[in-house]
């Protein structure tokens, strides 16, 4: 008897694109790469870039994934990208808590207005997150809605030529989808929210602050 692949190799393939774009355009990358450009935009400086740019990026990514992964580790959901709605409480919890920490920083130092604009920018969209994943028991994507945000605030601060960038949003969102982790509705729901209160928060806030 001949027995037939459970998948195709372009399946495969195609699993294994999604899978990448997944992790490479993880919102912790996101989180932590942006601040970076946003602090060399508003300093110049190689040291502002690096100690303004780190503050955001550990305290609203790096601190939040190792909360994360530990709960991964101990299966307390089921992976560092929580795919399940309910097991997000205590991540949600953890980013908003540590950015809040970040922010309180950000202001005591004295930090420039477009690195405090991107930490309130950032926090807007985990608040917002947080009340439709909880206070209307729907699972939006943070992947679109983190990887949308953060190609809106590149563009603001650096030209309309980086919506190129608008690509990789593309693919994160294929790749959610792809891997059944979301519905289109959520992606698409995702990238709304992240070019909403992530990118015209930003834009907004600089103009206020500057």
């Known amino acids: 008897m001949i027995t037939q692949p459970s998948e195709t190799p372009a399946r495969t393939a195609s699993h294994r694109l999604a899978r990448l774009a997944t992790e490479v355009l993880a919102p912790w990358v996101w989180v932590l790469g942006l601040p970076l450009a946003i602090g060399w935009h508003a300093t110049h400086t190689v040291l502002g870039a690096t100690s303004w ?3 955001v990026g550990i305290t609203g990514s790096v601190i939040p994934m190792v909360v994360i992964v530990r709960g991964a580790r101990k299966g307390k959901w089921d992976s560092h990208h929580v795919t399940n709605r309910e097991g997000r409480v205590v991540p949600f919890v953890a980013c908003v808590t540590s950015l809040a920490a970040g922010i309180a920083i950000l202001v005591a130092g004295e930090a420039p207005h477009q690195m ?3 930490a309130l920018a950032m926090f807007a969209t985990l608040v917002v997150s947080v009340a439709i994943t909880f206070g209307l028991s729907w699972k939006i994507s943070m992947h679109a809605a983190v990887a949308a945000g953060a190609v809106a605030i590149l563009v603001v601060t650096y030209g309309w030529w980086l919506v190129l960038l608008g690509l990789a949003v593309v693919l994160v969102n294929w790749s959610r989808v792809k891997l059944g982790d979301h519905t289109t509705g959520q992606v698409v729901a ?21």
């Open 53 to 55: 740019g780190l503050t």
């Open 116 to 118: 405090v604009a991107l």
């Open 190 to 210: 995702g990238t709304a929210l992240g070019i909403a209160a992530g990118g015209m928060t930003y834009w907004w806030l600089t103009v206020a602050l500057g």
